[in-house]
């Protein structure tokens, strides 16, 4: 079989709810619903430390984040790390990166040199920015050409990089097959800041509300989701054009194409802002997996947890490549094929230290926990903290922790957590303690200090 192309696209913020196929009754998701027609539903897809440096750290490594240690954001990762980049670069693929970057810890508009680049040849990334209608970036190519003088993206950043993936897709050599990441900023806040031909889809007096916001919070949060609405239906549209192009160029068949995510959003469930906590809209995110040369075009929904390391090792294992001794997480193509669950039913979760709007001054707590087809389970370091029925509780508003009658499940998975971070070394120690063990400084929140920006202009 041809070697496939690889065109991974994630957003940054956007809840598993948060689709028509999945049920928001909100949303409107045309493409990204006819894509899921055609794929693998992976509905259980966690993001294994809900943040978006720790995220991305695990999806280029593989591994969990207190091995490569970005377990917060705005840390660097170790420039010698074996990643996606690296490894499908050493097999031949052509790698490309666009969008937000978020691994590279010396500034959030800093330039990036090729050997911080982590594999990826084609480069048009920044660091991290969520200003989308002024969002500079940097730029390489694979001949060699390089500048550390900033560009801009025009209009609405997302849009923007969305034809730049197109331009590569279109004038790409086709002996050679290519890894490409698409990696937008939205829908995270700010959330009033879509064109404004896709906020007038939403009005707020119209969203329908999931039934775990706090009415304290029911008079603003449809705003909120109103322009969080609006984000995700733009990245809609730059998903259908990025199929028609691989559909174009005849593409398609011979293409894996992976729509996810690397955290989801509260906005206003459970009384929480947006990201790093157990719930349900952070953690789930969207995952479909279209590879027609394998797998056809009939829908399939499949049942079991992924987290985020194991995302690289089922890329590799889909592309018949080794899969390195240094990768922690599982390799899911066999499952994906029809074969076994390769895990033990479970993807652990975690907040190794909570930041920034989440911090300890604002309610936020280190945690671990599991993540299994039915059940959430979780423990902060003052013991048992959350547990939840999924099935019978979809929207998790009845913790069942201390109920006696669940005395035996929270002893099982609790049993079953416990094995799972002895098996990595993770003593759960208090974050602060870990920042200070991987030399992690501090500012008065508790939260790695960004430094200031390198641009000549930045909001």
């Known amino acids: 079989m041809k070697q496939p192309n690889i065109v991974f696209v994630f957003a940054d913020q956007w809840r598993g709810q948060a689709t028509g196929y999945a049920g928001d009754p909100n949303v409107l998701t045309p493409h990204i619903d006819r894509l899921a027609s ?22 280029l490594t593989g591994q969990y984040p207190l091995t490569h240690g970005l377990f917060v954001n705005d840390v660097p990762l170790d420039p010698d790390a074996v990643t996606m980049g690296k490894l499908f670069a050493r097999a031949g693929y052509d790698t490309a990166y666009i969008g937000k970057w978020h691994v590279d810890g010396h500034g959030r508009t800093a330039y990036i040199p090729p050997e911080r680049r982590q594999g990826f040849q084609f480069w048009r ?21 390089d500048s550390d003088m900033p560009r801009f993206w025009e209009g609405y950043d997302a849009i923007a990089q969305t034809r730049e993936a197109q331009r590569y897709i279109r004038t790409h050599d086709r002996n050679k097959p290519f890894l490409l990441v698409l990696s937008w900023g939205p829908p995270h806040n700010p959330y009033g800041t879509a064109p404004g031909a896709f906020r007038e889809l939403y009005a707020a007096e119209r969203i329908q509300l999931r039934p775990n916001v706090p009415l304290p919070l029911s008079m603003f949060v449809p705003h909120a989701l109103a322009g969080y609405y609006a984000h995700c239906t733009v990245l809609d549209a730059c998903v259908g054009d990025l199929l028609a192009t691989l559909d174009e160029q005849g593409l398609a068949e ?20 947006n990201k790093q906590a157990p719930w349900e809209e952070s953690i789930l995110v969207p995952a479909l997996l279209r590879y027609p040369a394998r797998f056809g ?33 599982l390799d899911f ?46 423990r902060s370091l003052d013991g048992p903290w959350l547990l939840f029925d999924n099935q019978a509780d979809p929207y998790q508003l009845d913790n069942l922790v201390d109920r006696p009658e669940h005395a035996g499940l929270l002893c099982e998975l609790d049993a079953w957590l416990q094995r799972r971070l002895d098996d990595q070394g993770d003593a759960f120690l208090p974050g602060v303690e870990l920042c200070r063990r991987w030399g992690y400084s501090l500012d008065r929140m508790e939260t790695v200090p960004i430094p200031p920006s390198t641009l000549p202009w930045h909001p």
């Not at 794929?39 to 695990?58: A, H, K």
């Not at 894996?256 to 802002?273: E, L, R």
């Not at 230290?353 to 280190?366: K, M, S, T, Y």
Request: hydrophobic fraction near 30%.
């Open 38 to 59: 055609e794929s693998l539903n992976l509905r259980n897809t966690i993001s294994t430390c809900p943040v978006c440096t720790p995220y991305r750290g695990s999806l």
């Open 254 to 273: 011979d293409t894996i194409f992976v729509f996810t995510a690397d955290h989801g959003d509260a906005v206003g469930c459970q009384g929480h802002g």
């Open 125 to 145: 990334a920044l660091e991290c920015t969520h200003h989308y209608n002024h969002s500079a970036y940097y730029t390489a190519d694979p001949d060699g050409s």
């Open 333 to 378: 193509s066999g499952y994906l094929d029809g074969g076994p669950d390769p895990s033990d039913g479970a993807a652990l979760i975690a907040c190794y230290h909570p930041i920034a709007d989440w911090w300890h001054g604002l309610g936020g707590r280190e945690y671990r926990g599991l993540r299994t087809a039915r059940y959430t389970y979780v």
């Open 297 to 329: 075009r009939q829908p399939r929904v499949l049942d079991a947890v992924i987290g985020t390391p194991d995302i690289l090792p089922t890329l590799l294992g889909l592309t018949g490549l080794p899969i390195p001794r240094s990768i922690e997480g």
